[in-house]
């Protein structure tokens, strides 16, 4: 399926106060919507994903997978301030004619996830059987299952919070300190600031694996070795990797993004926010997770009403979600047909 753009024209007003004088929204969906509307399957995607679930989520998503297209209609959009086709700090700021670049006004959790709310009144979607995210997506997931807890059936969050920590908002700034160390970052280019991007993606992947993980995946066996470790040439790659495909604007306007969730916020608290779903929820955590360890997830599931909570081994970290998909499956579908409230603990490593 091709990318779609919803196009709202109105004025959208953002938490911060500031607003969008209308919005882009980009977004995929894959099989069709069925006679009764029953088969919406919403995908929330995390920090640098796109819309095109099909790709970055194979084997959860895809022909003879869990979610398929010729069972499911399924939607994945891309949120505010991603360059994958939402409005984001390269599209054209009205009020000077030129990219937003730093300027582009601060969203949160609960903009983008309003900004969705718009996309699924356009496409008719009144009631969604399973939304889905992990990391940043486990956040709207969250977020959108409080603000209109009928619409949602099924709610799974993976390796996620419902408020960021004081550890994650350190890891993001010390990712947004080195974006602002490339002078380039100030250049008013669409490439400014893509050495301290990567140098950002360096510092996010040591919290999205594990030492487990680089041991495994990265030992060098030449114990003769002066220069020229797996390890370096690792880091080297991804950084590489990511600005070939993104910018150093939208990355930290997303990684501030993360930092503003926070379902208490203008509410009682954050139990009771997390009192208010009534979708039935699936909480999913990750054992070797150091981003979102498991007692957020587990807190998560204690507040969350008659929620199910699954924690599993692995040796890939936070990542692991978007790696092991064959235990992920395991899991959901178990879930999804035994909605009983449980807790269960898998090893896989």
Known sequence: MSLNTFTYTKN????????????????????????????????????TANSDVLDWWAGLFGENNLFNPTEHFIVCANVLSSPYGTTNPLSTDPETGQ??????????????????????????????????????????ALEWSIIQPERIEHSVLIA???????????LNESQRLAISADPTFYSGKA???????????????????????????????????????????????????????????????LSKAMDSNNVGRCRE??????????????????????????TEQQYLAKHIPNATYVEYDSIYGHDSFLV????????????????SGKIIKLHTA
């Not at 699924?120 to 889905?132: M, P, R, S, T, W």
């Not at 797996?230 to 939208?250: E, H, M, T, V």
Request: with cysteine; hydrophobic share 40%.
């Open 12 to 47: 959208f007003k953002l938490e911060s106060g500031r607003h969008f004088a209308g919005l882009q929204v980009a977004y995929h969906t894959f099989g069709k919507l069925n006679a009764n509307k029953s088969n919406v399957i919403w995908v929330c995607h995390a920090l």
């Open 324 to 339: 092991e998909t064959e235990t992920l499956t395991k899991i959901i579908d178990t879930f999804l047909g035994d909605i």
């Open 191 to 253: 490439d400014g600031g893509s050495n301290g991007l990567k140098a950002a993606r360096s510092i996010a992947l040591l919290s999205y694996r594990s030492y487990l993980t680089y041991d495994v995946t990265q030992q060098d066996n030449n114990d003769e070795l002066l220069d020229g470790y797996k390890a370096a040439s690792y880091q080297s790659y991804q950084g590489d990797k990511l600005i070939k495909r993104f910018n150093a604007y939208s990355y930290w306007h």
């Open 99 to 140: 990219p937003y670049y730093q300027n582009f006004p601060q969203v949160t959790i609960r903009d983008m996830v309003k900004a969705h709310i718009l996309l699924a009144d356009d496409l008719g979607i009144e009631n969604i059987k399973v939304l889905i995210g992990g990391s940043l997506g486990g956040q709207q």
């Open 160 to 170: 996620s919070n419902a408020k960021h920590s004081p550890w994650g908002i350190a």
């Open 269 to 294: 608290s954050v139990e009771a926010a997390l009192e208010l779903v009534k979708a039935k929820t699936l909480v999913i955590g990750i054992t070797s997770d150091i981003l979102f360890p498991v």
